[in-house]
């Protein structure tokens, strides 16, 4: 029979044999696809254009479309999800009904499957405003699905300056806008960033939605009303049709590269927004 | 503490507005006056009012998509009929919906424990450097786009499959891994989260009276962590059911109820992929139904959410 102190012990390894299981997943993930995605990348598979749908040369215009879309997506979210923060935080009374609907609509946004959003991109942009598979549709549609975490960190950035803040400028004359444009915005600044930077980690990654929004098409995107093809969808294309399995290790990498970079920034920010006395 | 006193800045601020200090600024309109101020919130209430705006709108567009071809055919005919065949105009998707809840239940299994684990471990076990390093990585976890997950399982889940445990790879299993890998952070952050939301006098309190941290753990942190707990694992089965693109790539897609967990299954949010290219009309009409059937799901699981964190907090009171 197990003591009371030896049965401790084994759940004890037990837990520290799960935690480092999620650290092997995550470990051996990104280090396969590394080791066998280091080999493809080079400056040339970055810049060349892909040729035989992508069976030989680069990828550039699908980095160039993945830019393209989410520079677009976040004109479109970010003044709406700042705006509407800001109207949350400091013009709507918390208890409002309207306040609260909004932070609902937000809460569900934010769960419902990228699918359903490529759906609805598809029926209301695509046919129903007749834009067409375009950059602007996937864009429109990207909009949608980050606006949820546009806002939120933005309400939380918001938040967190101090009310002191508001009360000195109050009393030096400003008035209510002034106040929120000349010192509450600026402080909730790096919040806002942290916001920016977790939103194109999830636009650098969707597929489902732009599948259905943007098109896949492989050639460089001239405009807003061109269909294009991201990073993301290009690995799908390539993995799925068997085009080219090394070309979709390339891809992969690149992706991975991208997202941890992401992670970095929105790390390095949220640790700069987070200033004594005042955590988020 | 800082919400009240905002709550107590907006109440005096709308009392503020009543008397405008800067009365030239003012604009006269025909039936009531325009100020710079106002016309401001105005624009910025109309920023909070997209989101509601948008749900109004996904709702529409999609269930006016969709539901006509349910009533046409049967709500129950499209949910239970096993027979997907677009081409003989019939539109079940029972056998899709068996696929996802197979795909979705055969996920949580395994990452459920594991999820919980480690959040235990990484609230309570781990030393703080580990526990950082740990958050970190999860973090990262997160923030693979479901395409990557895939294509890894693709490539390695896959042939391993085929190789070791026999069928062709591309299986209800396949999809299960990657997917519970994929669910993984959700679990395991929230759930970490609330276990330290759990305060410390109860651990105090358990430690005081002899049981070692183990039994303080199973007695008092994780019954006292229940309702976040139980969110974190909904919202994990929530983002099971509606992910596409990583079960798309692994799962073999036959529209066949599967017979073992070695045997390929198509889900729902799968066959809107693989269909939306090519379908008109009817087909169409039947994938955007499957949609709304997957809105509505998810839906009940965030209404559910709520409740258990309503819940929640009456059981902390």
């Not at chain 2, 709702?59 to 349910?70: D, K, N, Q, V, Y």
């Not at chain 2, 069928?167 to 990657?178: E, F, P, R, T, Y």
């Not at chain 2, 939306?276 to 009409?285: N, P, V």
């Amino acid at each position: 029979m197990l003591t009371s102190s030896g049965h401790d012990r084994m759940i004890r390894c037990f837990l520290w044999f799960s935690g480092l299981s999620v650290a092997a997943i995550l470990f051996i993930i990104v280090a396969y696809i590394a080791i066998k995605g280091l080999s493809v990348v080079s400056l040339d598979f970055i810049m060349e254009a892909p040729r035989r749908a992508g069976k030989e040369g680069g990828i550039s215009t699908t980095i160039v479309s993945t830019i393209y879309l989410t520079l677009v997506s976040l004109c479109l979210a970010v003044p709406l999800g700042v705006g509407s923060a800001i109207y949350l935080e400091e013009y709507a009374r918390r208890s409002s009904r309207f306040a609260g609907l909004v932070n609902l609509a937000a809460e569900t946004l934010a769960g419902i499957p990228s699918i359903v959003f490529g759906l609805f991109g598809f029926v209301f942009f695509v046919i129903y405003l007749n834009l067409g598979w375009s950059i602007i549709s996937g864009s429109l549609t990207m909009a949608i699905m980050i606006l949820p975490t546009i806002t939120r960190t933005s309400q939380e950035a918001i938040l967190s300056v101090p009310i002191q803040y508001r009360e000195n400028s109050l009393a030096l004359g400003a008035s209510k806008w002034q106040t929120v444009r000349r010192v509450v915005l600026p402080s909730a600044v790096p919040g806002i960033i942290t916001g920016i930077i977790l939103s194109i980690g999830r636009a650098v990654g969707e597929t489902a939605a732009l599948i259905l929004t943007a098109g896949s098409a492989l050639g460089m995107p001239g405009g807003l009303f061109d269909p294009a093809r991201t990073m993301s969808v290009h690995l799908y294309v390539l993995a799925m049709e068997g085009i080219s399995m090394e070309r979709a290790y390339g891809t992969a990498f690149l992706i991975i590269v991208l997202i941890m970079v992401i992670n970095y920034l929105a790390n390095l920010s949220l640790s700069r927004m987070t200033n004594p006395g005042r955590r988020i | 503490m800082a919400r009240t006193n905002l709550d107590a800045w907006g109440a005096g601020w709308s009392q503020a507005e009543a008397k405008p200090a800067d009365k030239s600024r003012q604009v006269s309109g025909l039936f009531f006056r325009v100020t710079p101020e106002s016309l401001i919130e105005l624009l910025l209430k109309a920023c909070a009012a997209i989101a509601i705006l948008t749900i109004v709108l996904i709702s529409i567009f999609i269930f006016a998509r969709g539901i006509p071809l349910i009533w046409k055919i049967g709500w129950a005919d499209f949910i239970f009929n096993l027979k997907w065949s677009p081409s003989h105009g019939s539109y079940g998707i029972g056998a899709m919906l068996a696929g996802s809840l197979l795909v979705t239940a055969s996920s949580l299994i395994w990452s459920v424990p594991l999820g919980i684990l480690t959040a235990i471990f990484m609230a309570e076990i781990a030393p703080p450097k580990i526990g950082n390093m740990l958050g970190r990585m999860v973090e990262l976890l997160a923030g693979i786009p479901s395409v990557v997950f895939g294509f890894f399982g693709l490539i390695v889940i896959v042939p391993f499959i085929r190789n070791y445990l026999g069928g062709n790879g591309m299986s209800v299993l396949a999809g299960a891994i990657i997917l519970g890998i994929m669910i993984l952070p959700t679990i395991i952050s929230i759930s970490r989260d609330a276990i330290r939301a759990v305060p410390g006098e109860y651990k105090e309190g358990s430690l005081a009276l002899g049981a070692t941290h183990m039994q303080s753990i199973r007695g008092v942190i994780l019954p006292a962590a229940r309702s976040g707990i139980i969110t974190a694992v909904i919202l994990g089965m929530g983002r099971a059911i509606g992910e596409t693109m990583a079960v798309v790539m692994v799962t073999g897609n036959s529209t066949m109820l599967p017979s073992s967990i070695l045997s390929p299954v198509r889900t729902m949010t799968s066959n809107i992929v693989l269909e939306m290219g090519y379908a008109a009309g009817d087909h169409q009409a039947a994938l955007f139904a499957t949609g709304a059937m997957l809105f509505i799901f998810i839906m009940i699981l965030n209404l559910v959410v709520s409740f258990s964190i309503k819940a929640g907090k009456n059981y902390a009171d």
